[in-house]
């Protein structure tokens, strides 16, 4: 089991920054993939960006790439998502999930075994 917090939402002006964070508990956390996505009421849970295990290989939404980066501190247990020129559209609820599966990294909710509870990021034009 694990437990994931995400921390580091809030209310920016549009092209400014934000980092989430999310910290996981547990002894495990580098054998999880790990991803971000992001909800807005009404519509589906949307993939934003993933990494590997040992953050050697990371994936991007195209509506993000060049914008946001995915990083990990395994030792920390930790994920990251740095947003940065934010727009907008970019308001949403953002989640990070953690994915059990051996196998390749997933682009898609349904494929992730824990979630947090999200953070609301808010960009004002």
């Known amino acids: 089991q694990v437990q994931l917090v995400e921390s580091g939402g809030g209310l920016v002006q549009a092209g400014g920054s934000l980092r989430l964070s999310c910290t996981a508990s547990g002894r495990t956390f580098s054998r999880y993939k790990m991803g971000w996505f992001r909800q807005v009421p009404g519509k589906e849970r949307e993939f934003v960006a993933a990494?590997?295990?040992?953050?050697?290989?990371?994936y991007y939404a195209d509506s993000v790439k060049g914008r946001f980066t995915i990083s990990r501190d395994n030792a920390k247990n930790t994920v990251y998502l740095q947003m940065n020129s934010l727009k907008p559209e970019d308001t949403a609820v953002y989640y990070c999930a953690a994915d059990r599966s051996p196998l390749r990294v997933s682009l898609t909710p349904n494929e992730y075994d824990y979630w947090g509870q999200g953070t609301q990021v808010t960009v004002s034009s």
């Open positions: 990494i590997s295990w040992s953050g050697g290989m990371t």
